[in-house]
């Protein structure tokens, strides 16, 4: 008999020493049993599951995606009518200003045109009337015919249109009948209210066509006492925004801190690109916290109507066109049950039809427990395979 070597004989006492690792065993699987699925008691799998019950509520909060923006019932925004460069400016951001107070000077020789027309039109005017005075004196001491007297009174008639055109064109755009031709164009404020936006600098050049969509005004005049908030509201929740109602607006700049605002008006149509309606609504800001361009977020109440109930949103699954949620009918045993959903939100849902209040209801891990109830579904069905000849007459 050969004789182990001493290596040899200590490479067999270590492996002796240690022993099979115990395969750990699996917990058995769930099973269908009629249209339940159940588990074996303290399954790991169970302790997965978040179970919620549902509830009977009369009401339920909606939040909707809102923005504030300048209430435009009384906001103005400035552009330039004519060409021009900017001579000085008045008036800064934050700056609270008056009907007609001067916001910049520009310097315009197209304006300067405007004023010239309106100086020649009246000078017209002027000779044309004494012209007209002359024609009544001749007329009145018969040496004129009434012809000539008539065309006086109808060439005083145009002068006095033209000149009453070109006065008012002047001093719509800031110029006045007695100031002359001096190119002073003055950007002047139509409301009381507040700078809340300028963008221009001293040299700037102007020209009428920089304005319009998507080019920013040289001044906004705004009163921030009091914003306008836009929402985007999904068909279902226009019932509940209707003109005179009201809703509260959280701000999560402010730390969630809540205004209440009342709905103004409501779309008409659906945007084709986000499905939503249009709804504006009015908030005070009487100590101006709220900013303009704020993201918010819009709280309506909504009506649940009798016999429905309140479930999470992650109970309810889609299958197909329909939905389905699990009912847990004891610790261990779950249904799966058809519902119909009146209302479907991002925090919860509201079931019209197949659920009851009290029933507790899969909130969390749905897919799992769905996946396992296929899962066993398919197992059920597979044929059982029928032991082979050998074995049977062992």
Same mark, same amino acid.
């Given at each position: ?7 040899? +004989? =200590? ?8 022993? !099979? ?15 339940? %699925? ?8 169970? &302790? ?15 939040? +909707?995606? &809102?923005? +504030?923006?300048? /209430? ?10 004519? &060409?021009?460069? *900017? ?15 001067? %916001?910049? $000077? ?14 020649? &039109? ?22 004129? #015919? ?12 145009? !002068? ?21 031709? $001096?190119?002073?164009?003055? %950007? ?12 221009? $600098? ?24 009091? =914003?306008?908030?836009?929402?985007? #509201? ?26 209440? #605002? ?48 309140? *479930?999470? #949103? ?17 610790? /261990? ?31 969390? $891990?749905?897919?799992? =427990?769905?996946? +396992? ?8 069905? =597979?044929?059982?395979?029928?032991? !082979? ?6």
């Amino acid at each position: 008999m050969k004789k182990l070597t001493p290596i040899a +004989l =200590l490479a067999l006492l270590l492996t002796g020493c240690h022993e !099979a690792p115990v395969p750990k065993q699996e917990a058995p699987a769930p099973i269908v049993q009629g249209q339940q %699925l159940r588990f074996p008691p303290n399954h790991p799998q169970l &302790a997965l599951l978040g179970i919620s019950a549902a509830v009977a509520t009369k009401s339920i909060t909606v939040e +909707l995606p &809102a923005k +504030l923006v300048w /209430n435009e019932d009384h906001t103005q925004r400035i552009y330039a009518s004519f &060409a021009g460069r *900017v001579a000085s400016i008045r008036v800064d951001i934050g700056q609270s200003v008056a009907v007609g107070q001067a %916001l910049a $000077n520009l310097a315009s020789p197209e304006f300067g045109v405007a004023q010239a027309d309106t100086a020649k &039109a009246q000078a017209d005017l002027r000779v044309t009337q004494k012209a007209l005075a002359r024609q009544k004196e001749l007329f009145d001491a018969g040496i004129v #015919a009434r012809k000539e007297l008539d065309g006086a009174e109808a060439d005083a008639a145009r !002068a006095n249109a033209e000149a009453t055109r070109a006065e008012a064109r002047t001093r719509l755009y800031g110029g006045t009948s007695t100031g002359g031709v $001096n190119q002073q164009l003055t %950007l002047a404020s139509t409301i009381n209210g507040v700078v809340v936006e300028r963008n221009l $600098n001293p040299g700037q050049e102007l020209r009428p066509d920089q304005s319009g969509v998507g080019v920013p005004p040289l001044f906004t005049i705004s009163d921030p006492a009091s =914003l306008w908030v836009q929402i985007d #509201a999904r068909e279902s929740d226009i019932g509940s925004l209707k003109p005179g109602s009201t809703f509260e607006i959280a701000v999560p700049s402010l730390g969630g801190q809540v205004f209440q #605002a009342v709905v103004k008006a409501a779309g008409d149509f659906i945007d084709p690109a986000t499905r939503t309606i249009k709804v504006r609504g009015l908030i005070a800001n009487p100590q101006r916290l709220l900013k303009a361009e704020m993201l918010v977020t819009a709280r309506i109440t909504r009506q649940i109507p009798a016999d429905s109930v309140l *479930v999470p #949103a992650g109970a309810a699954l889609l299958y197909g066109a329909k939905h389905q949620v699990f009912v847990q009918s004891t610790a /261990n045993t779950f249904e799966p049950r058809e519902v119909e959903l009146g209302y479907e939100g991002p925090k919860d849902v509201i079931v019209s039809k197949g659920l009851k209040a009290g029933e507790m209801v899969v909130s969390d $891990n749905t897919l799992l =427990l769905a996946r +396992l109830w296929r899962l066993s579904q398919d197992n059920a069905s =597979l044929p059982r395979v029928s032991a !082979a000849p050998e074995a049977v007459k062992k």
